[in-house]
Structures are given as structure tokens and as C-alpha cells.
């Protein structure tokens, strides 16, 4: 089992930026892909952004391409997502999620039915 603890989250004004963390129980933690997800009020949870086990490769939704980087340090068990140039329609509650994967496996994941664990949850607000 592994749990998954979000933080970073915040009210931050249009243009602005903010960093979110997911810190994993697991000491294991580079066998897992992991990923961001968001649900903003009234609407279903969205993909933002995967990584594969050790890093070498992501995924961006359309929507925050080019703003929003994805990262992990393994070595402190932890996923990072930098969010730059923040708009008002960034405003969600922010996941992550980790799934399983091989110690061979380069794959990162959009589909959030594809992942084993979630955390909590932080809330970002953008607004001015």
C-alpha cells in the first residue's frame, strides 16, 4: 500500500506560479509511474501530467503545455509540478497517483483508471 501526501497547494493571482509536491510513503518509489490529475468544481477529474518510473519521460494535457513541468526525485520518494503562468482556469483540487509499473517500463499513463494509488488532494486557487 502506498500513500501518497500532496502539498504546495495555494491562492496564487493570474500569471503567478507554485510548486506542488507529492511525498510517497513507499520507499520503492521508483517502481511506480506517477502522474497529476485535477477536478475543478462541477466538472470530472482531468489529466495534467505523467513520468515514467525514472524520469525520462512525460506527458502534458493541451492545456498546460509549455507552463506546467513534471518531475520526481527519487531518491526522496517525492513527484514535483512546477505550475508557471497560472490562469484562473487552473483553479482545482490537484492529485497524484501512482501506478505500479515494471522495473523495465518507460510508460507513463493519462488514463487516471490506469493508477493504483491517490493522494488527498491540494487545492489551488487562481485568482486576483
Known amino acids: 500500500q502506498v500513500q501518497l501526501v500532496e502539498s504546495g497547494g495555494g491562492t496564487v493571482q493570474p500569471g503567478g506560479s507554485l510548486r506542488l509536491s507529492c511525498a510517497a510513503s513507499e520507499h520503492t518509489f521508483s517502481n511506480y509511474a506517477m502522474g497529476w490529475f485535477r477536478q475543478a468544481p462541477g466538472k470530472e477529474r482531468e489529466f495534467v501530467a505523467a513520468i515514467s518510473r525514472v524520469g525520462y519521460g512525460t506527458v502534458y494535457a493541451d492545456s498546460v503545455k509549455g507552463r506546467f513541468t513534471i518531475s520526481r526525485d527519487n531518491a526522496k520518494n517525492t513527484m514535483y509540478l512546477q505550475m508557471n503562468s497560472l490562469k484562473p482556469e487552473d483553479t482545482a483540487v490537484y492529485y497524484c497517483?501512482?501506478?505500479?509499473?515494471?522495473?523495465?517500463?518507460?510508460?507513463?499513463?493519462?488514463?487516471?483508471?490506469?493508477?493504483?494509488?491517490w493522494g488527498q488532494g491540494t487545492q489551488v486557487t487562481v485568482s486576483s
Open positions: 497517483a501512482a501506478k505500479g509499473v515494471p522495473a523495465y517500463s518507460g510508460s507513463y499513463y493519462r488514463n487516471q483508471f490506469e493508477y493504483d494509488y
